[in-house]
């Protein structure tokens, strides 16, 4: 990785849940666990799944074994798109060139000088890392591919608020061109940077956006990966995770006092994407290494889940 370029933000890895050593799992053993794998395969098999890497998540550890989980899942027939954030490596670039990130209502003031820089480390730098990685992992066969927002029109925006600069709203995703790629057993990472009507880019919320594609493409599930165990009762007690909620109960929680930051847009995006006819929606710790395979694959859910009723 180039030192110029270097914006990575320090990820807390967390050691829970990052799974047994394998050398300590007997031969029957590792059969059970792949045995335990084969109700959740048939279910997923064929189905698609967005999954959202948070800027605050990003971390070359934690990256290579979502690479992983990627294309295990991927050799299984389960059609993952990967978008992705920055949030916290767009400050550190905005800083380094002199700006300070500003916000409202946890969405970035994006003049066209910010719109630049955004564009640049989300589309120029991260994504091009995560595919890479992903790619890196495949070997001789590298499936993934990136795109902008910006691309073919995958995603339309309007101004959201004129007031805030380039931000957009989504008003229109192009699903067909990424049930393509999919079809073509290829693996999209997603940068979200949308276009207006004139073709004007315009940064998107990545929790925004992931929700708007999922919803888009049919997803069986959403899944937000943070830098957080779930949703907690107390933001400073990680160990107060909500495991559950109905969208009638999430709707109460987040005009709760214990929410806050980063995580109202991305419980608004859950709320939206079940409502919108997703069926699962998930926030899960991407500081733990396989917590996609974790929360896909075996009965160990991890994080929070979100259903439209109390059908667990
Ligand atoms: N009740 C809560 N439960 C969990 N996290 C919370 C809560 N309230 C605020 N947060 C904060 O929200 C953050 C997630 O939002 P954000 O940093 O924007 O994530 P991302 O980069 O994944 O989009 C968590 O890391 C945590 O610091
Ligand atoms: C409009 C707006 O706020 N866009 C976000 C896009 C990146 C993002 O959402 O990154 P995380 O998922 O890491 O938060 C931003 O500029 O930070």
């Keep these: 990785m180039s030192e110029i370029l270097s914006l990575d933000v320090p990820a807390t890895a967390s050691s829970a849940g990052a799974g047994l050593a394998t050398s300590m799992v007997s031969p029957t053993g590792t059969a059970e666990i792949l045995v335990e ?4 395969i048939q279910q997923f098999a064929g189905k698609s799944v967005v999954v959202k890497l948070g800027g605050a998540a990003i971390d070359p550890e934690s990256d290579r074994a979502l690479a992983q989980d990627v294309l295990l899942l991927r050799s299984v027939g389960v059609r993952c798109v990967l978008v992705h954030g920055g949030g916290p490596q767009v400050d550190a670039m905005l800083r380094r060139v002199g700006k300070q990130p500003e916000f409202r209502d946890g969405l970035r003031v994006t003049d066209a000088e910010t719109l630049e820089i955004v564009r640049m480390v989300l589309v120029g730098k991260i994504n091009r890392d995560l595919v890479a990685t992903i790619n890196g992992e495949a070997g001789v066969e590298p499936v993934a591919l990136g795109v902008s927002g910006e691309d073919a029109g995958l995603l339309k925006v309007v101004t959201r608020d004129p007031s805030l600069g380039f931000v957009g709203d989504v008003s229109q995703v192009n699903a067909d061109h990424l049930l393509r790629l999919l079809d073509s057993g290829l693996v999209p990472v997603v940068s979200t940077i949308g276009s207006d ?4 880019p315009h940064n998107v919320n990545a929790d925004e956006a992931a929700k708007a594609i999922a919803i888009a493409m049919g997803a069986e599930k959403i899944v937000y990966l943070t830098a957080a165990p ?6 400073k007690d990680e160990t107060s995770l909500v495991p559950r909620l109905t969208v009638s109960e999430l709707r109460e929680r987040i005009a709760h006092d214990s929410v806050g930051g980063g995580m109202i847009p991305k419980l608004t995006a859950c709320l939206e994407a079940v409502e919108g ?3 699962y929606a998930h926030i899960i710790d991407g500081r733990v290494p396989h917590a996609l395979l974790i929360e896909l694959l075996t009965r160990h859910g991890i994080g929070t889940m979100i259903r439209a009723e109390a059908n667990w």
């Design 197 to 200: 009507a004139a073709g004007q």
């Design 230 to 235: 779930g949703l907690l009762e107390d933001p």
């Design 37 to 40: 794998a084969l109700p959740y």
């Design 277 to 279: 006819g997703v069926p």
